[in-house]
């Protein structure tokens, strides 16, 4: 199969479709369309002319990075498209990150180990990640 990179924030009918199609939730598109208007970089992934995968990079651009909203439609997954978001993902993390900059992200249960693969460390249990839900 072929896949095109393409380097640009998704729309919000394209984030809410990979998103559900992934088997992730949808989100509300209001908020969508606001968050995804402040990503610093993004990645999509195109076949046959439809967005199959996504990724975003969030933050203040310099102490903070946060690496955000990985998703493959669920099809196209475990055909090296997750590695295409982050290999696209951390070029630009590498390009812009100082050495005092921390990059964050939050994986889903079950894929730690993807993450690994470019640097990621889970956290000790004595430090744990948090979140509060609205």
């Given at each position: 199969m072929s896949y095109t990179i393409v380097k640009r924030t998704p729309t919000v009918k394209d984030y809410n479709d990979v998103r559900l199609r992934a088997g992730l939730t949808a989100k509300d598109e209001l908020?969508?369309?606001?968050?995804?208007?402040?990503?610093?970089?993004?990645?999509?992934?195109?076949?046959?002319?439809?967005?199959?995968?996504?990724?975003r990079v969030i933050g203040d651009g310099g102490l903070v990075y946060d690496i955000v909203d990985?998703?493959?439609?669920?099809?196209?997954?475990?055909?090296?498209?997750?590695?295409?978001?982050?290999?696209?993902?951390?070029?630009?993390?590498?390009?812009?990150?100082?050495?005092?900059?921390?990059?964050?992200l939050m994986a889903n249960k079950g894929i730690a180990s993807f993450y690994e693969k470019y640097g990621f460390k889970v956290r000790e249990p004595d430090m744990p990640g948090m979140i509060l839900r609205k």
């Open positions: 908020a969508a369309q606001k968050g995804l208007a402040n990503t610093l970089f993004a990645a999509c992934i195109v076949h046959d002319g439809g967005v199959v995968g996504i990724g990985v998703a493959v439609v669920a099809e196209h997954q475990g055909r090296g498209v997750g590695n295409m978001i982050m290999e696209t993902l951390m070029s630009y993390i590498d390009a812009n990150a100082r050495t005092s900059s921390i990059v964050c």
